[in-house]
């Protein structure tokens, strides 16, 4: 385990539909993070989790959103009905809870909504 | 205003050249501040902290203005691939490890 690994790379779906996508942190790592990007913007944060504890949530995260990390390592993100809205690079990091080191983020999924 | 803003370019500069980006944070009770680099349609990479005495890496030297609330990030002769996006990142406060990223710095090195 060398980095994050984050699935599906792409998803393209339709608008209505429901999406989950899985993030894989680098495994002596407790927190995780989500973040959603879109183009010319830097990411914007959407949640992060200590362990399996979600501690906190961005407003950005609307009802439609819902992520989860039950046993403290991968975590999924899903978003259900769909909107073109949606459509963005969603990125998955992790850091450990010794020091302050950055955070070290997966490839991302690149999610278009049709 | 935003919590972290970068100027977005680009910065078109010729191979050799010095060239340094400025970021402006909000919040003075910032704790942590990084710069991360992000290449085209690619996940973010940490490039470097910033700490408040300054700090050098390579051609990569960043500083910390905390009077002024800004961070800088210069490059110094600039390679073809150092072209990428240059996030500003900053810790807000204590207490949370959630990180606000700038817009970015877009760079072109130009041969």
């Known amino acids: 385990d060398t980095g994050v690994s984050q699935d599906p790379r792409h998803k393209i779906t339709k608008r209505g539909q429901n999406v989950t996508f899985r993030c894989d942190p680098i495994?002596?790592?407790?927190?995780l993070y989500w973040y959603r990007q879109t183009l010319g913007q830097g990411p914007e944060f959407l949640t992060y989790?200590?362990?399996?504890?979600?501690?906190?949530k961005s407003r950005l995260l609307s009802d439609r959103f819902s992520a989860e990390r039950p046993k403290g390592s991968f975590s999924t993100l899903e978003i259900q009905r769909t909107e073109q809205g949606d459509s963005a690079m969603y990125l998955c990091?992790?850091?450990?809870?010794?020091?302050?080191?950055?955070?070290?983020f997966g490839s991302g999924t690149r999610l278009t909504v049709v | 205003r935003k919590e972290v803003e970068q100027d977005p370019g680009p910065f078109n500069v010729p191979e050799g050249a010095t060239v340094a980006f400025n970021c402006t944070y909000s919040?003075?009770?910032?704790?942590?501040f990084f710069w991360y680099r992000q290449d085209c349609r690619k996940e973010p990479k940490l490039l470097m902290s910033v700490y408040s005495s300054g700090n050098e890496d390579g051609r990569f030297t960043a500083q910390l203005n905390r009077a002024s609330q800004y961070i800088s990030l210069l490059i110094r002769d600039s390679k073809l691939s150092d072209s990428a996006t240059y996030l500003c990142v900053v810790l807000p406060t204590s207490g949370t490890y959630k990180y606000i990223f700038g817009t970015g710095t877009r760079l072109k090195v130009l041969a």
């Open positions: 989790f200590q362990n399996e504890a979600q501690l906190e």
């Open positions: 495994s002596e790592h407790n927190r």
């Open positions: 990091a992790s850091s450990s809870g010794q020091g302050d080191y950055g955070y070290t």
């Open positions: 919040n003075s009770a910032s704790q942590s």
